[in-house]
């Protein structure tokens, strides 16, 4: 990761700032009141000249304040540790202050534990004087990371710390660190990196048409198990039995009377049989003309004709298997049963949906006004409803291109683009639809953002940009292609800056002064 250091001197103005942005919570006196504001700032070492710095490593958020190191006396930092893995307090770990360079030996000064989470107070007590390299360590039974701060001024004594002027102190929209942990909140680095020109679209989520089938009733009948009944969610195989369907009887007919008509369909078969062999014998003697021998020959196969019928209509209507089969034609998923054994469906119900979602179809209607651009799309990323997170689709590696419409749906205006893809462990129902884009450009270089850290204001595009680790600056911005979850910023931010990503509608109530999140500092 790219690292970032944040670096302003505080002044007189620091305490009264500290109040304005921790006025709300910060401990009372006995009596309810505020401490005075001389006590809070000697409290949270905000003296004339302190130190507060910003500084990401690859693993942590460092923001620290502390007041100026004088030889021999005191100086208390307050370390607020933010993991990027979550932006949320470090918890636990050993925070060190190491003093380096200068031609004096190094000086080491730790504290194991937070004294609140996020909030770590190593004290330090310089011995020697001069330019000296500020290195916080961090060290965790996870992980550990360095915060090189650069070069500090060790005074010799008090008042040659308080003789060097200090410069005015950060300025911008105060959200504190407290604040920050208790909400969804993090911030993204700006960055260069490949975008390519996209297009909008609507789509929906199909399974492929050679993998999915609704099976029906194909007559009224009565649903039975063919041994443990089909569930919904159920993998099923090509070919695999789920259930019977025995249809109504009509009439008077019942299964006795199948199973009758079975039997003597046999029977006039077996005589048709005897008859045919005597006839053979006779003709064989001359006994009798060859026309008697045909018309036995026919009256057996006649017979074995009745008989093939009458054992088909007693095993649809009770036979071995119970009725008509209902088999999978397909492998996949059982999407949909509606069905229970026993229940009695009418010819066309459906009974089982099956589809198989390893692979699926986005199925996307791309306006007109765009679809010229669209000759040779190179891949389309989507979202679906209550996740943020986008799916890119990347021909010949997550999927690929099945085609581009050629012709204008009348009513919508819109030209059908559709997309085959690996489905990703994400559970995504068919039939959902998405908001997507269509990538329709060549990658080129450019500076982009998180999409989610830019708010809408009255149709100017606003981002809050760190200026450090407790303040923020509100920023018009133009942005140009999109792609996935990432923006491109033509103007108002440069690479290397912070935005908030998640979190800034709260930075932008914190502006108006109008809400109060969380807690103020307790340093």
């Not at 979602?357 to 651009?373: G, I, N, Q, T």
């Not at 893809?421 to 990658?443: C, E, H, K, W, Y």
Request: hydrophobic letters at 40%; proline letters at 5%.
């Amino acid at each position: 990761m790219n690292k970032t250091l944040i670096r302003s001197i505080g002044a007189s103005l620091c305490a009264a700032l500290f109040l304005m942005g921790c006025s709300r919570d910060h401990e009372h006196a006995e009596d309810g009141s505020h401490p005075p504001a001389a006590e809070a700032e000697a409290a949270h070492g905000h003296g004339a000249g302190g130190e507060k710095l910003t500084h990401f490593s690859d693993r942590t958020e460092l923001f620290v304040e502390f007041p100026r190191l004088v030889v021999g006396e005191k100086s208390a930092f307050a370390a607020h540790l933010t993991t990027l893995a979550d932006f949320k307090a470090l918890t636990g770990g050993k925070v060190t202050v190491r003093l380096s360079g200068g031609g004096q030996p190094d000086e080491v000064f730790s504290v194991e534990g937070a004294s609140q989470p996020g909030i770590f107070r190593p004290e330090a007590m310089p011995k020697h004087a001069g330019d000296r390299d500020l290195t916080i360590e961090v060290a965790t039974p996870e992980f550990s990371a360095t915060h090189e701060l650069g070069p500090f001024t060790v005074y010799p004594d008090r008042k040659a710390a308080e003789a060097e002027p200090a410069p005015h102190d950060d300025e911008g929209i105060g959200f504190t660190k407290e604040q920050q942990w208790k909400v969804d909140f993090a911030t993204a680095e700006v960055v260069t990196r490949p975008i390519r020109t996209a297009v909008n679209a609507t789509g929906v989520l199909r399974a492929r048409p050679d993998g999915e089938a609704q099976l029906t009733a194909a007559a009224v009948g009565q649903v039975q198990s063919a041994g443990t009944f089909p569930r919904l969610g159920q993998q099923v195989k090509k070919g695999e039995l789920l259930a019977y369907l025995v249809p109504r009887m009509g009439g008077e007919t019942d299964l006795a009377t199948l199973r009758a008509a079975a039997n003597k369909a046999q029977v006039e078969l077996d005589l048709a049989q005897q008859e045919l062999a005597r006839m053979e014998t006779l003709f064989r003697e001359e006994a009798v003309p060859e026309k008697r021998v045909l018309a036995a020959r026919a009256a057996v196969a006649l017979a074995r004709a009745e008989l093939t019928a009458a054992q088909q209509r007693l095993g649809q209507y009770g036979g071995a298997g119970g009725g008509i089969p209902v088999r999978a034609p397909v492998s996949g998923t059982l999407a949909d049963v509606r069905v229970s054994p026993g229940a009695f469906a009418q010819e066309g119900t459906l009974l089982f949906h099956i589809a198989d979602r390893s692979k699926l179809w986005l199925e996307l209607r791309v306006p007109e006004s765009d679809a010229a651009r669209l000759a040779n799309p190179t891949g389309a990323a989507f979202r679906v409803a209550g996740d943020e997170r986008s799916i890119e689709i990347i021909p010949g590696k997550s999927g690929r291109l099945i085609a581009v419409g050629g012709v204008v749906d009348a009513t919508t205006r819109t030209v059908p683009v559709v997309f085959e893809f690996t489905a990703p462990d994400r559970n995504l129902p068919i039939g959902m639809a998405v908001q997507a884009q269509v990538f329709a450009g060549s990658v080129r270089e450019a500076v982009a953002i998180p999409a989610s850290s830019v708010l809408d204001e009255g149709g100017m595009s606003v981002v809050f940009v760190m200026i450090g680790g407790e303040s923020f600056e509100r920023r018009q911005v133009r942005l140009g292609a999109r792609e996935g979850d990432w923006v491109e910023v033509l103007e108002g931010l440069t690479p290397g800056s912070r935005v908030v990503s998640r979190g800034a509608y709260l930075v932008k109530l914190a502006s108006t002064g109008t809400a109060q999140i969380g807690h103020g500092h307790a340093h």
